[in-house]
């Protein structure tokens, strides 16, 4: 191949960028901070390459200019962030990280489901501020988790290994999907539609990406329709909770408790969530280990390494 232009709009870890063709210049120096619009516009218009992030938005007049570029590798599973049409119009080829951040993304659900039904990161303060009394029988009392319902929206992979993990808690599994899926084998999970699920669960998982029809899925109506002792967990995307609901529905105690991996303004988060005793807050880690993090930035390399071989990139999503 003749030397080629990739630019990537975040620093990536280490060894995804030892791993970056010698034939390859990479434009910019990849940095931590979220690219200002002249350098995301810079680095369109010279790159025949880009790996960027959920967080960039790429839209038809930034790609307007891109004369050059081929392929953008989206270093992550959902791709809502790119105008698609306006992509494939122009020719350019849309990639995502499918797979394998599925477990990495299961696992946190659980540490949320687990850290807010009991109580862990309000002890894990308690104890640091050197303010803990000691123990007593009616201290931070939480919830179970063994042998209750767990309700999941949406049964895609994430969906699978999050209910494939319920197993080992004794739990009861629902899921509200547009498709039925099979059980796994020493599993079983039931459809029921939406509200049957909201009402029925006492932990409800979110796992839809988000689209038109997804955004504010939950919202007053949809928390209303829960019990007053379930708690919510999102991993998915943060648009798809009504963030000023759920303040609402929290203090009210319409709901137990909630905990959220994302946000409907990233990196903003509401200051009425941050309030909340009966909230987890973490700064979006559904894919954070090491490992998931260096395999998806393969991926994207993988992709773009295939497209300009005149291959056929195998994450293509347009």
């Known amino acids: 191949m003749d030397r080629l232009t990739l630019y990537i709009t975040r620093r990536l870890p280490q060894p995804v960028l030892d791993a970056i063709p010698r034939n390859y210049h990479v434009l910019l120096a990849p940095a931590d901070h979220l690219p200002t619009a002249d350098e995301l516009r810079h680095g369109f218009n010279q790159a025949d390459a880009v790996i960027c992030t ?72 308690w104890v640091r501020t050197g303010t803990w009394p000691g123990w007593t029988p009616t201290q931070m009392l939480g919830a179970d988790v063994s042998g209750k319902t767990l309700g999941l929206i949406g049964m895609g992979r994430i969906g699978q290994a999050v209910a494939q993990r319920a197993a080992g808690f004794r739990m009861s599994v629902l899921y509200a999907s547009h498709r039925l899926v099979p059980s796994s084998p020493g599993t079983t999970w039931v459809w029921l539609p939406l509200d049957d699920v909201l009402a029925q669960s006492d932990f409800l998982s979110l796992h839809v990406p988000l689209t038109e029809t997804t955004h ?48 409907e303004q990233e990196p903003l988060v509401s200051a009425g969530l941050t309030s909340l005793p009966n909230m987890v807050l973490l700064p979006h880690l559904g894919s954070a280990t090491l490992e998931t993090r260096v395999r998806m930035g393969l991926i994207c390399l993988d992709n773009i390494t295939a497209l300009l071989e005149n291959r056929t990139a195998p994450n293509r999503v347009n």
């Open 216 to 263: 504010h899925l939950i919202g007053q109506r949809e928390l209303a329709l829960m019990k007053p002792t379930a708690y919510l967990i999102n991993t998915s995307r943060g648009p798809v909770i009504d963030e000023a609901a759920l303040v609402s529905a929290l203090k009210t105690r319409t709901i137990a408790g909630a905990a959220l991996d994302v946000y």
């Open 54 to 125: 959920l967080t960039d938005r790429i839209d038809a007049s930034l790609l307007s200019h891109a004369t050059k570029l081929k392929i953008i590798a989206n270093y992550a599973v959902g791709y809502n962030n790119i105008d698609l049409p306006a992509a494939t119009q122009r020719g350019i080829v849309v990639t995502n990280t499918p797979d394998v951040l599925t477990d990495a993304t299961a696992d946190l659900t659980w540490a949320l489901l687990l850290a807010v039904s009991r109580r862990v990161v309000e002890g894990d303060t």
